[in-house]
């Protein structure tokens, strides 16, 4: 079936980097996105990966795709206390729907 | 370039009444989809719509309804609103489907009491 998981929370000290990690289950999604939400606001796109790519780096975003394994992760260099917010992965279903993870809370400290 | 526009931002409504929420897309793209966010269930998928026909259907009872007209913007109807159907509910457009992101707004934050 589909489904996409990540774990709840990350903490990160400000200037350090943060990797938020996530797993899917359809093999066949031929797209798998990271999305950002803040509080009391929608979702905000902020990279993409196609599943013929191994990575993709976007300024501080890096994200890493493991096809085999169906592992993806987002990497964010030199985390900011701007990047606290809560982070979305998800696949595209073979019928074009969007499936979402629960979602990564990152917490960054000053 | 204008973005995609939920309108209203806020909602309270009572439990057995219905609600109709707004969407206007991107403009030129042709599919807008309706998403529901509660903390229980996370991000679920309601419906899509392309070309003012219904492409995709999620797992959510007929109470759930939507359109879209031919200037693409889109509609979302609630009937016999329970306490449950509170909930943020996010409206996203694409060019197409598969091989573009989808642009979300800011949701409409429904609140049944």
């Known amino acids: 079936g589909e489904d996409v998981e990540q774990s709840l929370f990350l903490s990160v000290r400000e200037g350090d980097s943060s990797v938020i990690n996530c797993t899917y289950t359809d093999s066949s999604s031929t797209y798998l996105y990271w999305y950002k939400q803040e509080p009391g606001a929608g979702l905000q796109l902020l990279t993409y990966?196609?599943?013929?790519?191994d990575m993709k780096q976007d300024q501080r975003l890096t994200v890493l795709l493991n096809k085999k394994d169906k592992h993806l992760s987002l990497r964010i260099a030199d985390t900011q206390t701007g990047d606290s917010a809560i982070y979305f992965c998800?696949?595209?279903?073979?019928?074009?729907?969007?499936?979402f993870g629960q979602g990564t809370t990152l917490q960054v400290k000053p | 370039k204008a973005g995609v526009t939920q309108t209203p931002r806020y909602l309270i409504k009572t439990r057995g009444q219905q609600v109709t929420l707004s969407c206007s897309p991107i403009?030129?793209?042709?599919?807008v989809s309706w998403y529901q966010q509660t903390p229980g269930q996370g991000l679920q998928f309601l419906f899509e719509y392309f070309s003012e026909t219904q492409r995709n259907k999620g797992n959510f009872p007929g109470r759930f309804s939507g359109r879209q007209f031919s200037n693409s913007r889109s509609e979302m109807n609630v009937s016999t609103l329970e306490l449950g159907d509170s909930a943020l509910y996010l409206c996203?457009?694409?060019?197409?489907?598969?091989?573009?992101?989808?642009?979300f707004g800011s949701g409409t934050r429904l609140t049944v009491v």
């Open positions: 990966i196609f599943s013929n790519m």
């Open positions: 403009s030129g793209h042709r599919s």
């Open positions: 998800a696949e595209i279903s073979n019928t074009g729907k969007l499936i």
């Open positions: 996203a457009s694409s060019l197409s489907t598969v091989n573009y992101g989808y642009t």
